[in-house]
């Protein structure tokens, strides 16, 4: 592949347009809109979304997790704590989410702090995931160096092994983050990249919005 094969690659966004007369009244109650448009039009894993933390010396990192609650509160989703998100978090909890719902020609970008969920939460999500994800969050030690996948498969068997047919309980580094938006931005592309984004920003207990240009 050459530059110019990246360069000439274009498509031009036509499925439609965002006016600030679609907007609902507050961006979470347009999020599961929007949301529901993107299960019903089929799209692989659509809470499937980006986080974008920094370190405390602002050393960037992105990663996608999938989105595993939404309210009034925020967005929420889970984790292994001392993995590097985990670890950014906690000690700076500005972050960023990112849904790329492409074949929509849509974008919702969140921006916001984290803040850890209560053990009652961890333990009752944890308590509802498949027996392979419980297994899987005692052998992987998230983001640490391992010497091949035969550790990881070892781990994995060792772990089978030791709670058998028995509850998994929820490991100790095992918790989750429910993001408090300050912002949220709808992007609809539009023809000629002249594309919507309307943007709620936190106004004191409500939203204002605005739109920006393209």
């Known amino acids: 592949m050459t530059s110019d094969d990246l360069a000439s690659r274009r498509e031009d966004y036509a499925r439609g ?3 600030e007369s679609d907007l609902a009244d507050d961006p979470i109650t347009m999020f599961e809109r929007w949301y529901a448009d993107a299960v019903d039009a089929g799209l692989h894993e659509p809470n499937a979304v980006a986080v974008a933390t920094a370190s405390v010396d602002a050393g960037p990192s992105v990663r996608f997790v999938l989105l595993k609650g939404v309210s009034s509160e925020g967005f929420v989703f889970y984790t292994n ?3 590097r998100k985990g670890r950014e978090l906690l000690a700076n909890p500005r972050c960023a989410l990112l849904f790329p719902w492409h074949p929509l020609e849509r974008q919702v970008r969140v921006e916001g702090h984290a803040t850890e969920l209560s053990r009652a939460e961890v333990e009752a999500y944890f308590a509802a995931r498949p027996r392979g994800s419980q297994l899987g969050a005692w052998a992987s030690h998230q983001s640490t160096v391992v010497s091949g996948r035969a550790e990881l498969d070892e781990a994995y068997a060792a772990v ?13 580094e095992w918790g989750g983050f429910r993001v408090r938006p300050e912002t949220v931005e709808f992007w609809q592309g539009r023809t000629g990249r002249m594309h919507d984004r309307l943007v709620y920003r936190r106004s004191g207990s409500g939203w204002a919005t605005e739109r ?3």
């Open 81 to 83: 704590l001392a993995s």
């Open 17 to 19: 347009g965002l006016a």
């Open 160 to 172: 089978a092994a030791r709670f058998d047919d028995g509850d998994v309980p929820v490991p100790d």
């Open 212 to 214: 920006l240009a393209p």
